[in-house]
């Protein structure tokens, strides 16, 4: 049965959780719920990284994310891909700070 960690909230509906068993992470964005192993949400992170980086964000087209689901993906406004990227961005620091506090 699986036992959630919170890594970071943003709001009450958007998040990242991980199973403490079976190291599932599950991204929470408004109505959308993701599940990846954690090989695709280090894949699904850097793709949305990427996208944040090299997309201009001033237009008002919006983005399409892949989910690395089959027959899945995201199409996001300019403001919540930044916000989506925010989100992992400071779900990374409360991980790397976590692990860099275990080799202490």
């Known amino acids: 049965m699986c036992e959630f960690r ?3 909230q943003l709001g009450d ?6 199973c403490t ?10 109505n959308i719920s993701l599940i990846f192993k954690p090989v695709a949400y280090k894949l699904f992170r850097k793709t949305v990284s990427d996208m944040f980086i090299s ?15 089959e027959g899945a993906a ?6 919540q891909l930044h ?11 409360e991980m790397q ?6 080799l202490f």
């Open 97 to 102: 700070t976590i692990h860099l506090l275990s």
């Open 55 to 69: 997309e201009n964000m001033e237009e008002q087209v919006p983005f399409i994310v892949p989910s690395f689901t």
């Open 83 to 93: 916000d989506l990227q925010r989100l992992l961005e400071e779900a990374d620091t």
């Open 21 to 30: 068993y079976c190291a599932t992470y599950h991204i929470r964005l408004g």
């Open 74 to 79: 995201l199409m996001l406004a300019p403001q």
């Open 13 to 18: 509906d958007r998040y990242i959780l991980q």
């Open 6 to 8: 919170m890594w970071r």
